[in-house]
């Protein structure tokens, strides 16, 4: 008497809400004791946690995969995927390109306006990699001021083109640091 059908708890891992634990069965929650509650919690704490440490997991993933400056995939995410595309590529009959592209005398950069300026730099050439890419490409920073880009399905000639183009875009682009507009190729 007075007992609903069904029991809800919440699903709550570090403090942060990821659903819900409905528990429906009118056979057994009419008849649940304190016993059967204390289990319900329990298995939803438990569930919580488990989907809590998921995501913990799936996040520390990715941060090992991308470049925390850029946004891009890193090297090391490279090196994973670049044997795929070969093997893809090799399987299809299909061209694959790689761009080893070079932000130029960045030192000098960092050296006249300091890192964060260089860093500044970086982000802005990550941005324009994003946005002038086909969704197809695979722009990665390889390390320091060197990135690379794998172009599926690309002639050696549309590589080199595309690579100019992004030259260009990147040189027509200043990048802002504390007033200062700072070109670079």
Not at 9 to 21: D, F, R, W, Y
Not at 130 to 152: A, I, N, S, Y
């Amino acid at each position: 008497p007075g007992k609903l059908p069904w029991l809800c708890m919440p699903l709550i891992a570090h403090g942060e809400p990821l659903g819900v634990l409905s528990v429906h069965g009118e056979s057994w929650l009419n008849d649940a004791d304190a016993r059967d509650q204390q289990i319900a919690t329990l298995t939803s704490q438990h569930l919580g946690l488990a989907l809590g440490n998921l995501r913990l997991r799936e996040s520390l993933r990715m941060q090992s995969l991308r470049d925390s400056l850029t946004g891009l995939y890193n090297r090391r995410f490279l090196e994973e995927s670049l044997e795929r595309e070969i093997a893809r590529a090799r399987r299809m009959g299909t061209p694959l390109a790689i761009a080893l592209l070079d932000i130029d005398f960045f030192k000098k950069l960092n050296d006249a306006y300091g890192h964060e300026a260089g860093d500044s730099v970086l982000r802005a050439f990550g941005a324009l990699l994003k946005d002038k890419l086909r969704q197809t490409d695979l722009p990665c920073r390889f390390g320091g001021e060197e990135f690379v880009v794998v172009m599926p399905t690309i002639q050696r000639d549309g590589a080199a083109q595309l690579a100019e183009r992004l030259r260009r875009a990147m040189e027509a682009t200043p990048v802002d640091f504390e007033g200062a507009l700072i070109t670079v190729t």
